[in-house]
Nanobody
Framework: QVQLVESGGGLVQPGGSLRLSCTAS????????WAWFRQVSGNDREPVAA???????GYEDSVKGRFTISMDNAKSTMTLEMDSLMPEDTAVYFC??????????????WGQGTQVIVSS
């Protein structure tokens, strides 16, 4: 059972920056995809950004050019740098990892969530 621990949420003013980190309890091998999701109360959890084990990254349209996802395989850590934050970025952010084993096995794990509030 992989444990994911997030850190870095908090309160920031519009236009400010935050860095979210997610650390896994073990080093992954093979193919996997890290991702950040966010959820506003009453709404579905939505994907924000993802990065695969080969380094390819993708972003939801509203965060392109403002957020940057990265990973440190040696430390089993994923980071989301969030710049030019806007009030609509306010949400609980969740770390996620999908680990692909011999097909069709895919293991998926979630962090506990970290609150981000963008407000003046």
């Amino acid at each position: 059972q992989v444990q994911l621990v997030e850190s870095g949420g908090g309160l920031v003013q519009p236009g400010g920056s935050l860095r979210l980190s997610c650390t896994a309890s073990e080093v992954f091998g093979g193919r996997y995809v890290w991702a950040w999701f966010r959820q506003v109360s009453g709404n579905d959890r939505e994907p924000v950004a993802a990065i695969s084990s080969n380094g390819e990254a993708g972003y939801e349209d509203s965060v392109k050019g403002r957020f940057t996802i990265s990973m440190d395989n040696a430390k089993s850590t994923m980071t989301l740098e969030m710049d030019s934050l806007m009030p609509e970025d306010t949400a609980v952010y969740f770390c996620n990892v999908k680990i692909f084993r011999t097909a069709p096995t895919m293991l998926e794990y979630w962090g506990q969530g970290t609150q981000v509030i963008v407000s003046s």
